[in-house]
């Protein structure tokens, strides 16, 4: 079973920065993506970034040029980071880590997902 954990979230100031972590951890065969979502209250989860494997990331028109995401040169260590800049109030939301990739071999994709870490932005 793979198991998500994220880190970094907080209180920022408009204009500042976090830098959020979630790493991985269990038995997978091979990861297919993973990326960053996002829920405001009120809101439906939406994609922030993703970064699939062996190709160029992809972003929401809305963080485009202020957020990079990235994964460990390591690939043993399964770890996705997103580097957040220039943060807006209406960047404020539960932010969630996902993992798409196959548990063995011969298994479908699957889907997982961390528990959130808050991030609000707020003078």
């Known amino acids: 079973q793979v198991q998500l954990v994220e880190s970094g979230g907080g209180l920022v100031q408009p204009g500042g920065s976090l830098r959020l972590s979630c790493s991985a951890s269990?038995?997978?065969?091979?990861?297919?993506?993973m990326g960053w979502y996002r829920q405001a209250p009120g809101k439906q989860r939406e994609l922030v970034a993703t970064i699939p494997t062996g190709v160029s990331p992809t972003y929401a028109d809305s963080v485009k040029g202020r957020f990079i995401i990235s994964r460990s040169r390591d690939n043993a260590k399964n770890t996705v980071y997103l580097q957040m800049n220039s943060l807006k109030p209406e960047d404020t939301a539960v932010y969630y880590c996902?993992?798409?990739?196959?548990?063995?071999?011969?298994?479908?994709?699957?889907?997982?997902w961390g528990q959130g870490t808050q991030v609000t932005v707020s003078s």
């Open positions: 269990g038995s997978i065969f091979t990861i297919t993506n």
């Open positions: 996902n993992l798409a990739g196959r548990p063995t071999s011969a298994s479908p994709i699957v889907g997982y």
